[in-house]
């Protein structure tokens, strides 16, 4: 028998009538189905550690400024090729990377990065442990 998913299966109809409906008796709790009153089950609220807070942070923070490394030759070659006038030196993308790198090597690549990380990295590391925290 090979599932598909919890509930569904490849068997006749019948069995698989039998099973969902034995399946929602399952699921369904005796407070429910009569109406009375429910539990309510409330979260324990636990601070995190000083150790969870650093790596969320430092988690954060890490991901933004790589991801910002990665596409920080594209971010360059757009400033460029938004203002370059009648005269085409960039026509598209593969050919302005290349010229840029035999013009101005890896270096001018990544000009400006820095300051772009300076401004992504704490948006970052704040939005990760945020998650984290009201994933819990």
Same mark, same amino acid.
């Given at each position: 028998?090979?599932?598909?998913?919890?509930?569904?299966?490849?068997?006749?109809?019948?069995?698989?009538?039998?099973? #969902?409906? #034995? +399946? +929602?008796?399952? +699921?369904?709790?005796?407070?429910?189905?009569?109406?009375?009153?429910?539990?309510?089950?409330?979260?324990?609220?636990?601070?995190?550690?000083?150790?969870?807070?650093?790596?969320?942070?430092? #988690?954060?923070?890490? #991901?933004?400024?790589?991801?910002?490394?990665?596409? +920080?030759?594209? &971010?360059?070659?757009?400033?460029?090729?938004?203002?370059?006038?009648?005269?085409?030196?960039?026509?598209?993308?593969?050919?302005?990377?290349?010229?840029?790198?035999?013009?101005?090597?890896?270096?001018?690549?990544?000009?400006?990065?820095?300051?772009?990380?300076?401004?992504?990295?704490?948006?970052?590391?704040?939005?990760?442990?945020?998650? &984290?925290?009201?994933?819990?």
């Amino acid at each position: 028998m090979s599932t598909l998913s919890p509930g569904l299966s490849c068997q006749p109809e019948s069995t698989v009538g039998a099973n #969902a409906l #034995a +399946a +929602a008796k399952v +699921a369904t709790s005796p407070s429910m189905s009569t109406g009375g009153p429910q539990k309510v089950t409330q979260r324990k609220s636990v601070a995190p550690t000083w150790d969870q807070v650093c790596k969320s942070l430092i #988690a954060g923070g890490v #991901a933004g400024g790589l991801s910002r490394t990665a596409v +920080a030759p594209l &971010e360059r070659l757009k400033i460029p090729m938004q203002v370059q006038g009648n005269e085409k030196i960039y026509r598209g993308v593969w050919q302005g990377l290349l010229h840029m790198a035999r013009t101005e090597g890896v270096r001018g690549m990544m000009k400006g990065n820095w300051t772009n990380c300076v401004r992504i990295i704490p948006n970052s590391a704040m939005k990760f442990f945020t998650y &984290e925290q009201l994933s819990r």
